[in-house]
Structures are given as structure tokens and as C-alpha cells.
């Protein structure tokens, strides 16, 4: 059940992310999703293995599902984030891109925990908000110093 669902939810932001009309080009797309893909598994590491504050199943197929979240749903829908929060000049519609991608993969995170994927420890949904929250923000700082360092290299 957790992998068909996690499995059918990483389809379907990777198949929004495709369809939806992005101003980034693949090459700074590919940069924000790396950098996001590192954060996320180092963080993951650093609070499941080291700290033990998440506890995850250790049968295959919830650590499969839990792969796929930390893998590719988690930095696609960053991404997603970024090319929806740049395509627009509204301050409140920036505001709501944010709110809405924190409150989805929050939504997502409590799906994970319903499941039985993990256990949260010395966790709750509100250190997660605070993460997702940073893991946004890393994304547009990522995105920001993309565009800056381009800036400089076609200075010279």
C-alpha cells in the first residue's frame, strides 16, 4: 500500500511538473533539484540515522516508499514550488505558492506517519513545517545564486 501510493504521488508531481509552463530553463532546474536532493538526504540522514528522532520500517517496501518521498517527491515539488513562486509579481500570490507547497508536503509527511512508513520520536508535523519551510527557502536561495553567478560569468 505504501509503495503504490507513494509511487502513484511521485508520478503525479513529476507529470504536473512536466505539463506546467516553467520559465526555468533545464539547466538551472537540474541545479535547484540537486541542491535540494542533497539537503534532503543529508537532513534525512543526520535525523533518522544519527539522531534517531524519526524511526523508519525496515521491511522494503515502506523504506522503498520512504525513498521515493525523500528522492523525488520531496525535491520535485520544491522545484515545482520555485518555477510557480518566480513566474509571479503578487507578494500575496507568492505568499500562498509557499503556504500551499509547505501545507502538501506536510500533508504528505502525515500520510507517511498514517501508513506506518515512520515513526516519529522527538519529532512532530511542526519541526517538519519548519524544515519544509527551509527546504523551500533553500530552493529560491539556490535559485538566486544561480542566477547570480550567470550574471557574473556573462559580466566577464
Same mark, same amino acid.
Given at each position: 500500500?505504501?509503495?503504490? =501510493?507513494?509511487?502513484?504521488?511521485? #508520478?503525479?508531481? &513529476?507529470? &504536473? ?18 541542491? &535540494?536532493? &542533497?539537503? !534532503? ?29 525523500? !528522492?523525488?517527491?520531496?525535491? =520535485?515539488? =520544491? ?10 509579481? !503578487? ?7 509557499? =503556504? ?8 504528505? !509527511? ?12 522527538? #519529532?512532530?508535523? #511542526? ?10 527557502l533553500i530552493g529560491l536561495i539556490s535559485y538566486t545564486l544561480f542566477n547570480k553567478i550567470k550574471g557574473v560569468q556573462e559580466n566577464k
Amino acid at each position: 500500500m505504501e509503495l503504490a =501510493v507513494f509511487f502513484f504521488l511521485s #508520478w503525479l508531481a &513529476i507529470s &504536473i511538473f512536466t505539463v506546467i509552463n516553467k520559465d526555468l530553463n533545464i539547466v538551472k532546474n537540474t541545479f535547484i533539484f540537486l541542491i &535540494i536532493l &542533497i539537503v !534532503s538526504i543529508n537532513f534525512s540522514w543526520v535525523i533518522n540515522d544519527e539522531l534517531k528522532l524519526i524511526t523508519l520500517k525496515e521491511k522494503w517496501v515502506p523504506y522503498t516508499a520512504y525513498l521515493l518521498n525523500r !528522492s523525488i517527491l520531496i525535491p =520535485v515539488l =520544491v522545484l515545482l514550488q520555485v518555477n510557480l513562486f518566480i513566474k509571479t509579481n !503578487s507578494y500575496i500570490k507568492k505568499g500562498i505558492i509557499m =503556504v500551499s507547497s509547505i501545507i502538501i508536503l506536510l500533508m504528505i !509527511s502525515f500520510i507517511s506517519t498514517r501508513l506506518n512508513m515512520i515513526e516519529f520520536k522527538e #519529532w512532530n508535523l #511542526w519541526l517538519e513545517a519548519i524544515y519544509l519551510l527551509c527546504l523551500n527557502l533553500i530552493g529560491l536561495i539556490s535559485y538566486t545564486l544561480f542566477n547570480k553567478i550567470k550574471g557574473v560569468q556573462e559580466n566577464k
